[in-house]
């Protein structure tokens, strides 16, 4: 069906409001219930008493409630939206909206209402650990239960009101509002980036207006933050866009150029940026780039052909471990102690082997058993890294300790002290795992692998040999990853065995597929949002009061990525095009029947050609 | 099971095993401080079997109805993936739910600990047997005697001609995800009162040995998915010793996962279909 979600606003005729009485009660029901359930949900799992310690205004709002606030405004804004469909006209919003937001909410808030009672009248603290008057009380305000209980169904009427609500607007306002909230929310959650960086330039007085002491904006802040977005968003958001289209539509040498300003431009802010900031702002971008170079490395193998490759941590151990021991004087059987350059060179034959050595069996069976298998490799590896039996080499469960760093021609050492100077190493490394990508995207080979991923069969008879295509995928893949092994054995100093979990594995893939799969800006710009600001699986990100969840965040944020939108955040022209085929025919069909407009909205209707992708 | 009728890996079947142990966790604990475990140890034992197979149901039911239906007909790799994801959800919603310390069940009656029979084996051993042995029979009733069994292999073998046979395919792998998620329960409750503890990744590893003793048997065949759990079991108790043992390996039991991963690896290789699963066409597990 091509569905595509608009809300009443754009340009179009409408049909007269829908009225109240004729809400859709079973939907209303559903939607508020599972809203409250997700409420009660994300209240059991102690998240809005951890994050009430995160204020993103000061002393108004703090990021547990924000969440907890939302989830009404998202419901009641949910309950109206119109399916639209090719000749049928929408309905004009009007009081069905706002009825039927205030109701979703109201229902929504009960299941707080409802767990403030539960709390005071019961006592389940035996098996869930956050079932606690601590909550309660931050639930019901320290007013009492009673108060908790009303409090809730007012905010939750009063959000989904907003919710529904939001629809009467026009699309501009509605758009402008939406980027004023966010831009506060993201501009709290970014607070030691920006405030790091405003203090390097040497403004530090600008940055203690704007953050309160204790975390947060100010409310001054706030505002001032929130009009900002407010009117670039209300009157700059034309232009952008315009300017975007521009971009897009230029070609040949015209296109070269814009590419080139852009990739120089970028090149130039990470080059600069890490000299204004602080060690810890550096140390967040460093770890950052293991994982973009990590998630490049699995980027080739799932994203471009097409291997789900569970195991991938084996790479990245099998690296480390060669730099630590051909590196560190420490180590337990050979200590060749090479510089690091030279070791890299080992660390890229060995793993390029172990690599050929996991992948040439595996890489005949296809999907399922192959994910399975490479799991088990991943898992054999590690604990063949712990075993007793190997830790004459490899130290056991002590691991290898003291690995010195890395030296640039006598000139400077650089090592986990400095988080600075790692960061620009890793940088080199991204840099070198980018242009080898984007080549390889573009060649022959990469052409294969996309045929393979696309259907085995029909490339085997286009006569490309998939065994070996795919096993160079997979040794490729291999390569990469144990750069980042190597870097990381050096930053951290030490390797230890229980670095290397599958846990590993599985957040690298989670970046992966939340960017888009075989899409370099879209793995960057995951790997970017979820290992900064959440963090990676031990590292943390911006958000350290999230570590607790981030796991179960990103387990969420893997299935919902799945139902939602396969083709990951930034997708390839491509890639996208393979998921969305069906919609894509049809679009086609209608564009050639009806004179449709292309607007998507925002509702996520991935079928146009994603921004800033190359074209295909 | 699972595996046979939607043709991929639900990762997350040993979640919902683990989910199952807890639930037991927390209904026996409560029945130990009423009093009834100890006095009435086979009438709470029943309920709490009740109550988590219960919960494991209702949990497969609600991951396919939220999780896998939507992606019926997507790309292979979309609902594999998918799965990873939920079991990785319910594996961190245990931890914070119920925080990350492993948790223990209450003390098992003494006929339980002690040896019986000439074997020497203790009462809770016994017991698992005889359930396992029990629900076999069931299961294998269940699929192949009745005609809900009759839809579940019929969408197994080809769920569009099964639709097209009056099948509703939908119901049927809900009713598939039910019998997997009653089974898992069982599971639970068995190692939860066997091993006296659960923690959150307690799914994991035998959610693998699961799938790998399907494997190992034949997907879909039954008794082979028997005999393939007493291999797998019985490889990786014995094989560290008796393999590694003589080459000189230090610290055998510290590779005893690694055994089994390799048994897994091996089988899959070697043959795919399974020591007594009918040869397989390519195309079918494609």
Redesign the interface.
């Known amino acids: 069906m091509t569905a595509t979600e608009t809300r009443p606003g754009s340009e179009e005729e409408f049909a007269p409001p829908r009225r109240v009485r004729d809400l859709d009660w079973r939907r209303l029901l559903r939607l508020g219930g599972v809203a409250a359930f997700v409420q009660m949900f994300i209240s059991?799992?102690?998240?809005p008493v951890r994050l009430d310690e995160r204020s993103v205004i000061e002393s108004v709002l703090s990021l547990g409630f924000v969440f907890i606030g939302a989830i009404p405004i998202v419901a009641g804004n949910r309950l109206s939206r119109q399916v639209k469909l090719e000749g049928v006209a929408v309905h004009r919003a009007g009081r069905y909206e706002l009825v039927g937001g205030a109701l979703v909410g109201t229902l929504a808030g009960a299941g707080l209402s409802l767990l403030v009672m539960l709390i005071t009248h019961f006592d389940l603290r035996?098996?869930?650990?956050?079932w606690s008057p601590q909550l309660r009380d931050l639930l019901s305000f320290n007013r009492g239960p009673v108060f908790g209980t009303l409090i809730w169904l007012g905010i939750g009427a009063a959000g989904g009101l907003i919710g529904g609500g939001l629809r009467l607007l026009g699309a501009r306002w509605r758009r402008t509002l939406l980027m004023m909230a966010t831009t506060v929310v993201l501009a709290s959650i970014l607070e030691q980036l920006v405030v790091d960086l405003v203090s390097g330039v040497g403004l530090e007085p600008v940055a203690e207006w704007f953050y309160a002491r204790r975390g947060g904006l100010t409310q001054a802040g706030a505002g001032v933050t929130a009009a900002i977005a407010g009117v670039t968003t209300f009157f700059g958001r034309g232009r952008m866009k315009a300017a975007r289209e521009r971009i897009k539509t230029l070609d040949g040498p015209a296109r070269t150029r814009a590419n080139a300003g852009m990739i120089l431009l970028t090149a130039a802010i990470l080059i600069v940026v890490p000299l204004l900031v602080g060690s810890l702002t550096n140390e967040l971008l460093a770890n950052v780039g293991l994982f973009v170079l990590l998630a490049l490395g699995l980027n080739i193998v799932v994203g471009l052909a097409?291997i789900?490759d569970?195991g991938y941590v084996a790479f990245f151990a099998v690296g480390s471990y060669t730099a630590a021991v051909l590196t560190a004087a420490t180590s337990p059987r050979i200590n060749p102690e090479f510089p690091w350059f030279v070791a890299l060179i080992f660390v890229v034959v060995i793993t390029g082997l172990v690599g050929l050595f996991i992948g040439a069996?595996v890489i005949r069976?296809?999907?399922?058993?192959l994910?399975?298998?490479t799991?088990?490799?991943g898992?054999?590896i590690r604990?063949?890294f712990?075993?007793?039996?190997l830790s004459g080499w490899f130290g056991g469960s002590q691991g290898i300790t003291a690995i010195g760093g890395v030296e640039i021609f006598g000139l400077t050492t650089i090592d986990g002290t400095n988080p600075r100077n790692i960061f620009y190493l890793v940088l080199v490394f991204c840099a070198i795992a980018i242009y080898v990508s984007w080549r390889l995207e573009r060649s022959r080979l990469g052409r294969a692998w996309m045929a393979v991923r696309e259907d085995?069969t029909v490339a085997e008879a286009m006569g490309i040999n998939t065994v070996n295509v795919k096993l160079l995928a997979f040794v490729v893949g291999a390569i990469l990853g144990s750069f980042s092994g190597a870097i990381f054995a050096n930053k951290v100093g030490s390797v230890f065995p229980s670095s290397f979990l599958i846990l590993v594995s599985?957040v690298i893939?989670?970046v992966v597929?939340f960017g888009g799969m075989g899409s370099i800006v879209g793995v960057i710009a995951g790997a970017a949002l979820l290992i900064g600001v959440l963090g990676g699986p031990k590292q943390p990100g911006l958000l350290q009061e999230f570590s607790?969840?981030k796991?179960?965040i990103?387990?969420?944020?893997?299935?919902w990525m799945?139902?939602a939108r396969?083709e990951g955040l930034i997708p390839s022209a491509r890639r996208s095009r393979?998921?969305h085929q069906e919609e894509f025919l049809q679009d086609a069909w209608l564009r050639g029947e009806v004179e449709s407009d292309d607007d998507n909205g925002d509702g996520g209707d991935a079928g146009t050609a994603p921004p800033g992708e190359a074209r295909t | 099971m699972v595996y046979g009728v939607l043709g991929f890996i639900n990762f997350a079947h040993g979640e919902v095993f683990m989910m199952g142990a807890m639930t037991g966790m927390i209904t026996s604990n409560k029945l130990a401080d009423a009093g009834l475990w100890d006095s009435n140890f086979i009438g709470s034992l029943a309920l709490v079997m009740f109550g988590s197979i219960l919960v494991s149901m209702f949990l497969a039911v609600v991951m396919e109805r939220l999780a896998y239906r939507p992606l019926r007909g997507a790309p292979r790799l979309i609902p594999l993936i998918t799965s990873i994801g939920v079991s990785f959800f319910i594996q961190n919603m245990s931890i914070v739910l119920f925080g990350p310390a492993s948790k223990s069940y209450p003390r098992r009656p003494d006929w339980l600990r002690d040896k019986h029979t000439f074997l020497e084996i203790e009462g809770a051993r016994i017991m698992v047997i005889v359930a396992a042995a029990v629900s076999m029979i069931a299961l294998w009733y269940l699929v192949e005697r009745t005609k809900v069994g009759k839809a579940m292999r019929a969408v197994a073998e080809d769920s569009e001609i099964a639709a097209l046979m009056g099948i509703d395919v939908n119901k049927t792998i809900v009713k598939v995800f039910a019998v997997g998620g009653a089974f898992a329960g069982m599971a639970g409750i068995l190692w939860g009162v066997l091993f006296g503890s659960v923690i959150h990744n307690t799914g994991f590893l035998p959610g693998i040995k699961a799938f790998s003793a399907a494997v190992v048997g034949g997907i879909g065949n039954l008794g082979g998915a028997m005999v393939g759990g007493l291999f797998i079991g019985i490889a990786e108790s014995v094989g560290p010793l008796l393999v590694l043992e003589p080459l000189g390996v230090s610290g055998v039991s510290q590779l005893r996962d690694a055994v089994a991963f390799a048994m897994l690896i091996a089988v899959l290789l070697l043959r795919p279909s399974g020591i007594f699963g009918e040869r397989l066409r390519a195309e079918d597990r494609t």
Request: proline content about 6%; aromatic content about 10%.
């Open positions: 059991l799992t102690a998240m035996e098996p869930l650990v956050n097409g789900l569970l069996p069976m296809r999907g399922d058993y994910a399975i298998v799991l088990g490799f898992e054999i604990l063949l712990l075993s007793d039996w085995e599985m893939l989670v597929i607790e969840f796991l179960l990103y387990g969420a944020l893997l299935v799945m139902l396969p393979e998921l």
